[in-house]
């Protein structure tokens, strides 16, 4: 069973970046998906980015698209969200997601391990 646990998180400004890293245990992390969640006080959770086991094909949330970029490093057990160009509208609680699913998917019932997540606060 993979645990899995983010960091990175924090206030900045508008404008700023922050980089997340979800770092998880076991030896079977290269057999998921990876995805990155978000929630914001009084919104249900939405998908902002998901990449597959090698890392070679990754997605967007239009809202964050051109902005984030997720990636990977399988050896290191580590998936990770670099966020740039931030605006107060990506405060919200991220959370990363892993999923056994074949095709990507936003559909959160198809991850089936969660972090508990690391809030993001961006100023204005």
């Known amino acids: 069973q993979v645990q899995l646990v983010e960091s990175g998180g924090g206030l900045v400004q508008a404008g700023g970046s922050l980089r997340l890293s979800c770092a998880a245990s076991g030896r079977t992390f290269s057999n998921y998906r990876m995805g990155w969640f978000r929630q914001a006080p009084g919104k249900e959770r939405e998908f902002v980015a998901a990449i597959s086991r090698s890392g070679g094909l990754t997605y967007y949330a239009d809202s964050v698209k051109g902005r984030f970029t997720i990636s990977r490093d399988n050896a290191k057990n580590t998936v990770y969200l670099q966020m740039n160009s931030l605006k107060p509208e990506d405060t919200a609680l991220y959370a990363c997601?892993?999923?056994?699913?074949?095709?990507?998917?936003?559909?959160?019932?198809?991850?089936?391990?969660w972090g508990r997540g690391t809030q993001v606060t961006v100023s204005s």
């Open positions: 997601a892993a999923s056994y699913s074949l095709k990507h998917t936003v559909n959160l019932d198809d991850y089936a391990l």
